[in-house]
């Protein structure tokens, strides 16, 4: 498990929803302490019963902020870092750090079978390394933020729009449609691309499709997107991904 920021009523209800049940995880994994994050980590430490693998300032934080309840349903502790490889079950996962406002945030590959997925939520901007860690990928998960005009016009008091266009903030649509009109930044090859962490203030799951496929059709014909663009939306789980 990637992050938990759902609790146990409703991780459970999207399971079923796709026809998944799960008796038993080997690690839970957190990108960095923020709220939709880790709300739901003490329930779920609860329910499966799995170690923590977690950097140690996204460590200091989650004590800090979340119940007592965590610290007392913690079976286990691996406290990782940015640029390490480690194995959690049978799955090869590499950390990267990320540009975002949190103590220590950070993406991850996951490696088995010959596939590589990765993961890569909350950042500002597209550093290079970050660019380099989405290569051959069959999948990436991606954050499209936020509409630049609709946060700009939208509810945030001006601080947290500040917050939200910084380098240590969020992706909006354009930014990810020039990662992914540029085939040295985005080799195109990947089965399937997932666009997430949508706001639901400051976006719209049609506005980030279309910036996202207008994009794609600016590549080159010889570096052409073969694969299934999906929208990952806030209430309701994707269908599983075969790859």
């Known amino acids: 498990m990637i992050d938990a920021g759902l609790g146990k009523r409703e991780t459970l209800a999207r399971l079923a929803a796709i026809e998944r049940d799960v008796e038993h995880i080997d690690g839970i994994l957190i990108t960095h302490e923020h709220n939709d994050h880790c709300s739901g980590l003490p329930q779920m430490l609860g329910l499966w019963k799995a170690p923590l693998y977690v950097t140690e300032p996204t460590m200091d934080a989650l004590n800090r902020t979340l119940p007592e309840t965590f610290g007392k349903r913690l079976r286990g502790l691996e406290r990782i870092h940015s640029g390490q490889d480690f194995v959690v079950g049978d799955i090869e996962v590499h950390a990267f750090g990320i540009p975002h406002d949190a103590a ?3 993406g991850f590959t996951f490696r088995a079978e010959g596939v590589k ?3 890569v939520t909350d950042l500002g901007y597209m550093p290079n390394h970050v660019r380099v860690h989405l290569r051959q990928s069959q999948c ?9 005009d609709m946060l700009k016009v939208g509810p945030y008091p001006w601080v947290v729009k500040q ?3 910084s380098r240590t903030g969020h992706l909006s ?3 990810v449609s020039e990662y992914l009109a540029d085939p040295e930044g985005f080799d195109g090859n990947t089965r399937y691309l997932v666009l997430a962490h949508i706001s639901q203030e400051n976006n719209n799951p049609d506005l980030a499709r279309l910036s996202a496929e207008e994009a794609l059709g600016r590549r080159p014909a010889e570096a052409a997107f073969g694969g299934e ?3 990952a939306l806030q209430h309701e789980p994707l269908k599983p991904l075969q790859v």
């Open 173 to 175: 649509n354009h930014a």
């Open 104 to 106: 220590d945030p950070i």
């Open 229 to 231: 663009l999906l929208v």
């Open 163 to 165: 917050r939200v266009l």
């Open 117 to 119: 997925v990765a993961l």
């Open 140 to 148: 990436v998960i991606l954050e499209s933020n936020h509409d630049l």
